[in-house]
């Protein structure tokens, strides 16, 4: 079997962030969380652990909704979603979320679309999972331009959600809340944390040496390959074949 | 199965009675059952000024009506054309400062629709305090809890009360009930909105004749009019019966880009609807 690619790494470390979920919701046009979601209920099966459930916006077959689009909400309101994940087009070392614009709102120069459900699940769901695979300066500021949702909140708010990891193209990061903050858990293969400074606009801490972000297991992998390629093929049937394409040529960048 | 006796040509050009200047339009998510159909003769009508209210979101239906000078004002959680992209009219408008946007967050509009549906006059949810969503927002209050020993900051949300609600679902029958199936928040749209004009697929005889269908049902109650439009959601796709048609949309966010590509397109949209639908441009 050839190595994990850089994706494969990132779903693997997704599946291990998830460790434990019950529920776990992945929002519309997120292939690599949707095939980290799928590879930890696979797993689960393997590992004969409780079993994961799955509520992909946008697919048919792993989506078991049937109360609108509010019903994703209302579960997360009550506590039954244990995690989700949101990007940004701009995320800040306090680990706030701008998903509106660059620039004085509301006329600046550059409109995203909108905060969808972000001013709300930010708050409700334990276990936020923040991922962007393009890691520059450019989306990890100093400080959002627009806050679409907080990485934390004084004492006295309702918070019993909020992100707990930052994965990215180059590595993986720990929040804490009590900072707030983020520390550089690993490093992916093949990147450094000189580079990992020098493409992100906040400090953060780290160890001197961080250690490399792990490959996934060639169980996992093989998992990966099969099952929950399959499964991803439905939603994101694009995704899913440059992701086998991948496979079969170098298994990496 | 024989045709109602007003034709669908008819029947659209008739739902101009609906529209008027300066109502509020409630209009669904791309994947929910947006009525394309009623697009055109809501162009036609001539009418201008809408406060439009995405639920949650808006896409295309938005961003036209928006590139063709029509809304005042905007209340969505997002606007965009998925995997087609950015909504080009949507972000010029918000670039030129054209038109007012309330930006939300979709749960809250749920909810302010459901206060609708409840005849209250707001409703309370979580979330939101510390982010510029709320600050921006000075229709929104943030009480303490009253039923909290403790200090406990929550935000009040108005209900959401629009004129008229537009969306296009899969059947419809002869008493004007409507088959929303499992995409509720169809229902809450038209609980909470005056009226309601929506179009379906395909006309059956009597949706409460099986319970099957009797329970995804929207009675005529809440529905002002049934117009039967094959295909009323395209180029977006209608759940269960057909798939949206990506590059339409794809072509429509690479001409809408700027207001001379935006208007030829507009122009070809109108005579297309009135070739196939009969309607006047």
Not at chain 1, 76 to 92: T, V
Not at chain 2, 4 to 12: A, V
Not at chain 2, 18 to 24: A, Y
Not at chain 2, 218 to 243: F, H, M, N, S, T
Request: hydrophobic fraction near 40%; proline fraction near 8%.
């Amino acid at each position: 079997m050839t190595e994990a690619s850089k994706r494969e790494i990132m779903i693997a470390t997704i599946a291990e962030l998830l460790r434990g979920v019950r529920h776990v919701a992945v929002g519309a046009a997120s292939p690599i969380p949707a095939a980290g979601a799928m590879l930890r209920r696979a797993l689960a099966e393997e590992e004969a652990t409780p079993p994961v459930r799955l509520s992909i916006l946008g697919s048919v077959a792993h989506n078991f909704f049937t109360n609108g689009s509010v019903e994703l909400f209302d579960c997360a309101g009550q506590g039954r979603i244990d995690a989700f994940f949101l990007s940004g087009g701009q995320i800040d070392g306090q680990g706030n979320v701008n998903l509106v614009g660059v620039g004085d709102y509301p006329n600046g120069k550059v409109r995203w679309p909108g905060s969808f459900g972000s001013s709300y699940l930010y708050f409700v769901v334990p276990r936020v999972i923040l991922f962007r695979e393009e890691h520059s300066p450019r989306i990890f500021v100093e400080k959002v331009d627009f806050i679409s949702a907080p990485g934390a909140s004084p004492e006295g708010v309702y918070r019993p959600g909020g992100p707990s990891a930052l994965l990215t193209g180059l590595g993986l990061f720990d929040f804490e809340s009590s900072r707030p903050g983020f520390t550089l858990r690993s490093v992916h293969p093949g990147h450094s944390l000189e580079e990992i400074r020098a493409a992100t606009g906040f400090s953060f801490a780290h160890e001197p040496q961080p250690p490399l972000t792990q490959a996934p297991t060639p169980e996992t992998l093989a998992l990966l390959r099969g099952r929950v390629l399959d499964e991803l093929a439905e939603t994101y049937p694009g995704f899913a074949a440059e992701l086998a394409a991948e496979i079969t040529t170098t298994g990496g960048d | 199965m024989s045709r109602p006796p007003p034709s669908t040509r008819d029947q659209l050009a008739q739902a101009a009675t609906f529209f008027q200047s300066g109502m509020s339009l409630a209009l669904p998510v791309d994947y929910a059952g947006v009525s394309m159909a009623l697009t055109w003769p809501l162009l036609a009508s001539g009418t201008k000024d809408f406060d439009l209210v995405c639920v949650p979101t808006g896409g295309l239906q938005a961003d036209i009506l928006i590139g063709a000078g029509r809304v005042r004002s905007i209340e969505t959680s997002a606007m965009t054309l998925g995997e087609a992209g950015g909504a080009p009219c949507f972000n010029r408008a918000v670039r030129e400062g054209s038109i007012v946007i309330r930006d939300a967050t979709c749960p809250a509009i749920h909810a302010g629709l459901q206060a609708a549906q409840r005849g209250a006059p707001f409703t309370a949810m979580r979330g939101l305090l510390g982010t510029d969503v709320l600050a921006q927002r000075n229709d929104w209050r943030v009480i303490d809890n009253p039923f909290s020993d403790a200090p406990d900051p929550v935000v009040l949300i108005p209900a959401i009360r629009p004129d008229l609600a537009l969306f296009h679902c899969p059947l419809g029958d002869r008493q004007g009930n409507v088959w929303i199936g499992r995409r509720r928040e169809l229902a809450t749209m038209a609980y909470a909105a005056r009226r309601s004009l929506v179009t379906v697929e395909r006309l059956v005889d009597d949706l409460f004749a099986t319970e099957e269908t009797a329970a995804g049902t929207l009675p005529a109650l809440y529905v002002d009019q049934v117009i039967e439009v094959p295909q009323g959601a395209r180029p977006y796709g209608l759940w269960g019966v057909y798939g949206g048609d990506l590059p339409a949309l794809k072509r429509y966010a690479a001409e809408a880009r700027t207001p001379e590509g935006f208007a030829a397109w507009l122009e070809e949209a109108q005579a297309e609807a009135a070739g196939i639908r009969g309607g006047a441009p």
